[in-house]
C-alpha cells in the first residue's frame, strides 16, 4: 500500500474510533412500567353558539396535563395588524382567562358573545388554552338560529307554480342554550320596490308551516321576497328568501315499456308499475297482439278512464300543463292511442276517482316501437301538489 493511502486509511479510522467514543444523545421517551407511552392529542369541543344564544362553551379533554395545572385561556379573531394591510388571526384584547384542569383531565371555558365579538351569522373566533403541560384550540362560528326550507309539499320541494295550489316553507328555531318556544314573524312583498306586507296573521307559532300560492304573485311579477324574524331578548334572528314564481308545469317525467303478453303488458302510470294487463292497477295496456295503448280492462271500472288526445313534440317539450289541459279541452278525446301514428305524442287525462284530486293530466311520448312485441315511452305527469304523495 502506498504511503498517501495509508495515511487517509489511518485517518478515516482514527475519525471512527474517535465518533464511537463520542456518547450519543437520546431523547428521553415517557414509559409506565417499562413501556413506552404514546400519548393522544388533547380533544375541544363546543355546542357552539346560535344568533339567538347569549354564550358558548369550550371543553377540552387534555393529554399530557395534570390535575391542577393551570391552563392560559384567550380569543383569537381576523385582525388588521398595525402598519399592515392583510387580516391576520391574532389575539383579542381583554379575553385573557385562567382555567384548572381538573382530575378528570378536563377543563371548560365561558365566554359571552359580547366578550368574543360575535354578532352575525359568519362571525368566528378561535379558543386557545395553553400551558406548560398541554395545549388545545376550537373554532367557534355563529351559525343562525332559525331554519327555513324551500317551499315543500309533504316531503317533497317544489317549484311554486302559478296555481292555488298552497305548498309551504318548515321553519324551525333551535338555539344552542335553550329551547325557543316563541313565534315567527312572516312578511313578504311582490318585488323589490313594493311594501313589505304580513303573511296571514303575521306570527306564526314554533315549529312553523308557512303557507305560499301562485295566486300570491300579482299579475305580471313573478319575484316574492319573504323574511322570516325571530327574536329573543335583544337578539334578532332574520332569514330571507327570494321566491320566482313559474307558470303551471308537470312535476315529473318518467319512462316505461309496454311487452305484449306476460307481466309487462300493462303498466300503474302513477307508480311506474308493470302488470299484466288484466291487473286491477293496469292504467295503460296493450293486448289482442296489437300495441293500440288503451285502458286496462279491469283497471277501467266505475268510472274510471283514461283518454287521449294527439298532440306535438313543441308542447311536449314546453311543459306548460295549462297549456296541456287547454289543448286537451279543444280536442277530440278518444280512448285508445296509435304508438304509430302522427307524432306519437298524446295528452292523457286519467279520471282515478270522484274528487278533483284523482283526476291526473300528463303527456305521453312513444320512443320506440317494436312491431308485434313491445312499446317503448317516456310521459310527463302531475299537475297538482296533492299527485306528488301518490305519483312514485
Same mark, same amino acid.
Given at each position: ?23 450519543? /444523545? ?26 339567538? &344564544?347569549?354564550?358558548? $362553551? =369550550?371543553? =377540552? @379533554? ?11 385561556? /384567550?380569543?383569537?379573531?381576523?385582525? =388588521? ?18 382555567? @384548572? ?8 371555558v365561558?365566554?359571552t358573545?359580547? /366578550? ?10 378561535t379558543?386557545?388554552?395553553?400551558? /406548560? ?10 351559525k ?13 320541494? =317544489? ?12 321553519? $324551525? ?6 329551547? *325557543?318556544?316563541?313565534s315567527?314573524?312572516?312578511k ?19 315549529p ?6 301562485? @295566486? ?6 313573478? %319575484?316574492?321576497y *319573504? ?5 329573543q331578548?335583544?337578539? %334578532? ?25 306476460g307481466?309487462?303488458?300493462?303498466m300503474?302510470?302513477?307508480t ?5 294487463? $288484466? ?17 286496462g ?15 306535438t313534440?313543441?308542447?311536449?317539450d ?23 301514428a ?15 284530486k &284523482? ?5 305521453l311520448?312513444? $320512443?320506440?316501437? %317494436?312491431?308485434?312485441v ?5 310521459y ?13
Amino acid at each position: 500500500m502506498k504511503m498517501k493511502n495509508k495515511i487517509l486509511f489511518i485517518a478515516v479510522c482514527s475519525l471512527a474510533l474517535m465518533m464511537s467514543c463520542i456518547k450519543q /444523545e437520546y431523547y428521553d421517551i415517557p414509559t409506565y412500567d417499562g413501556k413506552v407511552v404514546i400519548y393522544d392529542n388533547s380533544t375541544a369541543t363546543s355546542s357552539g353558539i346560535s344568533t339567538l &344564544d347569549d354564550n358558548f $362553551t =369550550v371543553d =377540552v @379533554t387534555f393529554a399530557t396535563a395534570k390535575p391542577g395545572d393551570k391552563m392560559k385561556v /384567550e380569543l383569537l379573531n381576523l385582525q =388588521v395588524p398595525q402598519g399592515g394591510t392583510v387580516s391576520q388571526l391574532l389575539p383579542m384584547s381583554g379575553t385573557q382567562k385562567e382555567v @384548572t384542569v381538573g382530575s378528570d383531565l378536563k377543563a371548560s371555558v365561558t365566554y359571552t358573545r359580547a /366578550e368574543a365579538k360575535l354578532n352575525k351569522v359568519g362571525d368566528y373566533i378561535t379558543v386557545i388554552f395553553s400551558g /406548560e403541560t398541554d395545549y388545545a384550540k376550537y373554532r367557534v362560528d355563529m351559525k343562525s338560529a332559525t331554519s327555513v326550507s324551500k317551499p315543500k309539499v309533504g316531503t317533497k320541494y =317544489v317549484d311554486v307554480m302559478r296555481s292555488d295550489d298552497i305548498a309551504f316553507f318548515n321553519v $324551525t328555531v333551535a338555539p344552542v342554550k335553550f329551547t *325557543y318556544s316563541g313565534s315567527v314573524i312572516v312578511k313578504r312583498k311582490n318585488g323589490n320596490h313594493d311594501p313589505w306586507v304580513d303573511v296571514g296573521t303575521g306570527s306564526f307559532a314554533i315549529p312553523a308551516n308557512v303557507p305560499i300560492s301562485g @295566486t300570491d304573485f300579482a299579475a305580471g311579477k313573478d %319575484t316574492m321576497y *319573504y323574511s322570516f324574524t325571530v327574536q329573543q331578548g335583544s337578539y %334578532t334572528d332574520q332569514i330571507d328568501q327570494v321566491i320566482i314564481v313559474r307558470e303551471p308545469y308537470f312535476f315529473l317525467k318518467k319512462t316505461g315499456t309496454l311487452t305484449l303478453g306476460g307481466s309487462a303488458a300493462g303498466m300503474n302510470i302513477l307508480t311506474k308499475t308493470s302488470v299484466a294487463a $288484466t291487473n286491477a292497477n293496469a292504467i295503460i295496456a296493450i293486448d289482442g297482439g296489437s300495441l293500440i295503448i288503451h285502458g286496462g280492462s279491469a283497471w277501467a271500472v266505475g268510472g274510471k278512464s283514461i283518454q287521449f288526445v294527439p298532440s306535438t313534440p313543441a308542447l311536449y317539450d314546453a311543459n306548460k300543463s295549462a297549456d296541456v289541459i287547454n289543448a286537451f279541452a279543444a280536442g277530440s278525446p278518444v280512448n285508445q292511442a296509435d304508438p304509430i301514428a302522427g307524432a306519437g305524442i298524446y295528452i292523457f287525462k286519467i279520471v282515478n276517482g270522484t274528487l278533483p284530486k &284523482d283526476i291526473y293530466y300528463g303527456m305521453l311520448k312513444v $320512443t320506440g316501437v %317494436t312491431p308485434g312485441v313491445s312499446v317503448t315511452f317516456e310521459y310527463r305527469i302531475g299537475n297538482l301538489y296533492a299527485h306528488l304523495s301518490v305519483i312514485q
